[in-house]
C-alpha cells in the first residue's frame, strides 16, 4: 500500500509497505483512508516548528475513513461503515483521565504527531475512536475533528445569550468556534489581522461584525459595544502578542479561553487581571462525545463543515504540491483525497 512520510522537515518520502492483514487483535478495526484534512500542526511541522515532534512521521489526523474489517467483538461499527476518527487516546489511566478529563492525559497520544497518522490507504486503529454516519461525505467527515476543537473551546467558556463574544483568528478553528458561538445564541465578533480572511469569515458564517487586528482594537471594540467590551474572548491565533493582548479586551469578569497555544510565556499586568476578576482558561484538543454531536449538527444543517475547504491534494501528488500551500494567500483548509 501507499504511504506517504515526512522524512524531516521540507522532505517527503513515499513507500511502497504492505498493507496490514484482517487477523486484528480484540478491539481493533483495519481502515482505509479517503479524505485527510491538512492542520496546523502538518503545516508546522513540514517547516520544523512543531513542539515535541519527531521524524519520520506519517502525519494526518483529520480523517474521514471507511471499516475494511473487524476484530470478532466489535460491535460499535461495522464492514462498509464510514466514519470520522477521534484522532487521540490515552496510553494508560492517570489523575487526568480518572477525573474525566482523557484530553489532559500524561500519555495522551495524537495520531500524525505521537504516533503515525493517516497519510496511508490502510490503518489498523481500536474501534472505540471511531464515529459512524453513512448520511455525511467524506469532505463533512474530515473536517469533524477540527470543529470539534472549536466545539470544546466553547463549552469551556460556558457562553449564554446573554453574552458578547470576541473570536480572534478566523483560520477554521476560529470559523468552527464561531459556528458553535452562534448556536448559543450570543453575539458574535470575529477578528483578524487579514483583512482577507474577514471578508471570508463573513461570507462563510454571516457574522457581522468584524475588526482587524492591527487597529486600536479596544476603542474599536468600545465604540462597536457602545462602550462596553466582551465578555467572552476566544483566541484561536496561537500567536503570543494577540493572546497577552486579550486581558485588555475584556470585560469585568469576563472569561478568556486560549485554543491556540505558543512555545513560551503568557505575562500579564496583574493587578488589571485582579480588577477585571478575569477568569482565563486554556482548551485541548476535544472530547469523545464532540464527534457524535457534530455529525449529528452536520446532519441537522446546523453546522457548515465544507463551505471553508479552499484546496485540494491527491494524495500521489502530496509530495510536490504540499509546499505549495504556503503560498497560497487565500487558504483556509486543504484536503488529501486518495482516490
Known sequence: ???????????WEKLDIEQPNEELASGNVLL?????GVCGTDLHAFKGQQPF????????????????????????????????????????VNQAVRNGKPNCGDNLRVLGVHVDGGM???????????????SLTDDQLAMIEPLAIGCHAVDRADIDENDIVLVIGCGPIGLGTIQ?????????????????????????TKVKDTINASSNVEEELKTLLNGDLPTVILDATGNSTSMMNT???????????????FMGDVVFHDPS??????TLKASRAAMGEDFGRIIRLIEAGKIDATSFITHRINFDDVTTEFEKLYSEKDLIKAIIEIN
Open 1 to 11: 500500500m501507499k504511504v506517504v512520510r515526512l522524512k524531516e522537515p521540507g522532505i
Open 32 to 36: 482505509k483512508v479517503n479524505k485527510i
Open 53 to 92: 515532534f519527531s521524524y519520520p512521521k506519517i502525519l494526518g489526523h483529520e480523517l474521514a475513513v471507511e471499516v475494511v474489517a473487524v476484530a470478532d467483538d466489535v460491535t460499535n461499527v461495522k464492514i462498509g461503515d464510514r466514519c470520522s476518527v477521534e484522532p487521540y487516546y490515552n496510553e494508560g
Open 120 to 134: 496511508q490507504e490502510y490503518f489498523v486503529y481500536p474501534a472505540k475512536f471511531l464515529h459512524a454516519t453513512n
Open 180 to 204: 458553535f458561538v452562534q448556536l448559543k445564541g450570543a453575539r458574535v465578533i470575529a477578528m483578524d489581522i487579514d483583512d482577507a480572511k474577514l471578508k471570508s469569515c463573513q461570507e462563510i
Open 247 to 261: 486581558f485588555k479586551y475584556a470585560a469585568a469578569g469576563g472569561t478568556i479561553v486560549f485554543i491556540g497555544l
Open 273 to 278: 487581571f485582579h480588577k477585571k476578576e478575569l
